[in-house]
T-cell receptor, first 113, second 114 residues
């Protein structure tokens, strides 16, 4: 089934631990994005990638890193998690940077204690 | 700073009734505006996309309008159903080099009750 998958669905993590959220799409979209969604706030862009091999910083990149080794995968890494990174994380993809419809994954609910 | 303001924050309506959600934005220059529906515990799903030159766009019982002069958009839902209960998010995409930097509203939480 075409679409975006994210793993894990949810995770509870101790502060200071390293965590990688996985995102895979099978639509051959060039652009991919990571957002966080917090109660009372709109979705905020963490990092994006216009095409395989390139990445860029969004609105709230601090404490997060990404890589884009191929078209399909776009993992998000928290090197040393902090409680303020407790959030719901959504991965998305689109055919073109910004202009095409963005398709969102189901989200990962992360709790940092 | 680019902003998108949505109103109301939440809304409760009876099944079968119509409703209208509002979106005001300050994003400029502006490429297009989208409405997304987000069910609880799910990712957002696109409902409509409008460029600055379009005034209205329909998708079934959903009709979006856009006034680029006043920087306002609305989403009208006709004959609401229980399945319309969700958050509706207005998203504005700037034009040019910053087109990856979408600006999301905080959403309107709609509850449709029998």
């Amino acid at each position: 089934i075409a679409g975006i998958t994210q793993a894990p669905t949810s995770q509870i993590l101790a502060a200071g631990r390293r965590m990688t959220l996985r995102c895979t799409q099978d639509m051959r979209h060039n652009a991919m994005y990571w957002y966080r969604q917090d109660l009372g706030l709109g979705l905020r862009l963490i990092h994006y990638s216009n095409t395989a091999g390139t990445t860029g910083k969004g609105e709230v990149p601090d404490g997060y890193s990404v890589s884009r080794a191929n078209t399909d995968d776009f993992p998000l890494t928290l090197a040393s998690a902090v409680p303020s990174q407790t959030s719901v994380y959504f991965c998305a993809s689109s055919t073109d940077r910004g202009l095409g419809t963005q398709y969102f994954g189901p989200g990962t609910r992360l709790t940092v204690l | 700073k680019n902003q998108v303001e949505q109103s109301p924050q939440s809304l409760i309506i009876l099944e079968g009734k119509n409703c209208t959600l509002q979106c005001n934005y300050t994003v400029s220059p502006f490429s297009n505006l989208r409405w997304y529906k987000q069910d609880t515990g799910r990712g957002p799903v696109s409902l409509t996309i409008m460029t600055f030159s379009e005034n209205t766009k329909s998708n079934g019982r959903y009709t979006a309008t856009l006034d680029a002069d006043t920087k306002q958009s609305s989403l009208h839902i006709t004959a609401s159903q229980l399945s319309d209960s969700a958050s509706y998010i207005c998203v504005v995409i700037p034009s040019g080099a910053g087109s990856y930097q979408l600006t999301f509203g905080k959403g309107t939480k709609l509850s449709v009750i029998p």
